[in-house]
């Protein structure tokens, strides 16, 4: 028997299957908006879970409550939303009142203790970027949040409406020639050495090497524009939720 386990993201839900502490295969995902697509993979499944177990951030409280609904009338099945402990699945969590901490960003320091990569940069690149520090040991040391990519060109054009918005290149010269390409450098470049500065803040702190780890929806696309090697790990949330039996 497997577990479903579901990250609510801001824009997007993302899913997998689990068994033994492991995700099976890759996540899967879907916008918030297409959740009729989402019950219809659940549909397909070939047997009910045995558990769903899941993350849920404070915005997406009518998301949740659909798949509440759904997994109760198809499966009979509650779902267990996770919070964030002061310890738990390895990790000791720095914040002095531990449920401030997204649930998300615990989870991912769990899935990287789980994979045996601590220490570790955690950083994950959704809606949100957030950066987090884990020890070896599983002592979180804190950590920090920006805008991602999508929210910065949100912020800027609403800012000012008459900048075009742009779409995400695989690649873009630093200085551009161009107002699109001036923006898509700007938000890329900017954001990639941005983080290359935190990581390089962190790992001169810290008392042994510490390999950055990424994840997130424009992980790959963020990885592109650094200068220094990183481990992709998409479905790091998941991995933590799986990893906690």
């Not at 920006?146 to 008459?162: D, E, I, S, V």
């Not at 290359?196 to 994840?215: D, S």
Request: charged share 15%; proline share 7%; hydrophobic share 45%.
């Amino acid at each position: 028997m497997s577990d479903l386990v579901v990250d609510i993201g801001n824009s997007r839900v993302k899913w997998a299957l689990a068994a033994s502490g492991r995700v099976i295969g890759s996540g899967r995902a879907v916008a918030h908006d297409n959740l009729e697509l989402l019950f219809a993979e659940w549909s397909r499944l070939s047997a009910p879970p045995q558990a769903l177990r899941g993350v849920s951030g404070p915005a997406s409280a009518g998301t949740q409550a659909e798949i509440e609904q759904w997994a109760m009338t198809h499966w009979d099945l509650a779902p267990d939303w996770l919070v964030t402990p002061a310890i738990g699945g390895g990790v000791q969590v720095a914040y002095a009142t531990p449920t401030e901490l997204g649930t998300d960003r615990w989870l991912a320091m769990v899935g990287a203790k789980a994979a045996g990569q601590a220490p570790a940069c955690i950083i994950d690149c959704g809606s949100a970027i957030t950066l987090d520090v884990l020890n070896a040991d599983g002592r979180h040391q804190g950590g920090l949040i920006l805008p991602g990519l999508g929210a910065q060109q949100t912020g800027l054009t609403g800012l000012a409406p008459g900048l075009p918005r742009v779409d995400w290149p695989n690649s873009t010269p630093f200085l551009a020639n161009n107002t699109p390409d001036a923006l898509a450098s700007g938000y890329l470049h900017g954001t990639a050495m941005a983080l290359q500065g935190l990581w390089q803040q962190c790992a001169a702190n810290a008392p042994e090497a510490l390999p950055a780890v990424l994840t997130g929806g424009d992980a790959v696309l963020i990885s592109r524009y650094l200068d220094r090697s990183v481990t992709l790990r998409p479905d790091l949330v998941l991995e933590g939720i799986a990893a906690l039996q």
